[in-house]
């Protein structure tokens, strides 16, 4: 099946810090979605990506669906505290019905 | 703002016995999908439906597996005879059709966990 390869598996920063993480696929996906879940809870949707070479922000977030269609980034800037959870890409090959693939997550620990 | 709710939070059942994991989507989508997480592990798709059908499934969504709308509402998964490798957090998951392209965005409910001993 498609896989997602993202990374870090996880990062350890300091309050303020800029973070980076990213996927990458052997198959195109149509779609790129981040989603954060914090324990317990369900993944939340950040930023839904759905041309090639798009950059979209949602307030310290900004994320990129790559040209070729088979990779994305995240980027945070200026981290706080509320930032620490895990982030998970996914990717969509199609349309509604189509399930996400997700990618095995990033999680982001700030350290005080 | 609209939610997808789940219920129940956790749900604990002995191995062998079946499960019903409900979930009432955001009431103007109409792609709904069951995922699982095992615990540590990433998000992983079981099954959409669409239009009163099964659209697609992963190869997790064996025989054991049944997915059912029954009003206009709820949206159930069924596990017929569970296994303690069903142990993880079941998430609802519900979209809605826009644009040509069908653009869609997946929200999240909050989850079951379901625990088989």
């Known amino acids: 099946g498609q896989q997602l390869n993202q990374s870090p598996q996880s990062m350890f920063i300091q309050e303020g810090e800029d973070v980076s993480m990213n996927c990458t696929s052997s198959?195109?996906?149509?779609?790129w979605l981040w989603y954060k879940q914090d324990p317990g809870e369900g993944p939340v949707l950040l930023i839904a990506l759905y041309k090639a070479g798009e950059l979209t922000s949602n307030g310290r977030l900004t994320a990129q669906f790559g040209i070729t269609r088979k990779d994305s980034f995240l980027n945070i800037s200026a981290s706080i505290p509320s930032d620490v959870g895990i982030y998970f890409c996914a990717g969509q090959r199609g349309g509604g019905a189509d399930g996400l693939t997700f990618g095995k997550g990033t999680h982001l620990i700030i350290q005080p | 703002e609209p939610e997808v709710t789940q219920t129940p939070s956790h749900q604990v059942t002995q191995m062998g016995q079946e499960v019903i994991l409900r979930c009432v989507p955001i009431?103007?989508?109409?792609?709904f999908y069951w995922y699982r997480q095992i615990l540590g592990q990433k998000v992983e798709f079981l099954v959409s439906?669409?239009?009163?059908?099964?659209?697609?499934k992963s190869e997790i969504f064996d025989d054991q597996f049944s997915v059912e709308r029954p009003d206009g509402s709820n949206f159930t998964l069924k596990i017929r005879s569970t296994k303690l490798e069903d142990s993880a957090m079941y998430f609802c998951a519900s979209s809605s059709r826009t644009g040509w392209f069908v653009h869609t965005e997946a929200f999240f409910g909050q989850g079951t966990r379901l625990t088989v001993v």
């Open positions: 198959s195109i996906f149509n779609t």
């Open positions: 439906f669409y239009n009163n059908e099964i659209s697609e």
């Open positions: 009431s103007n989508h109409l792609y």
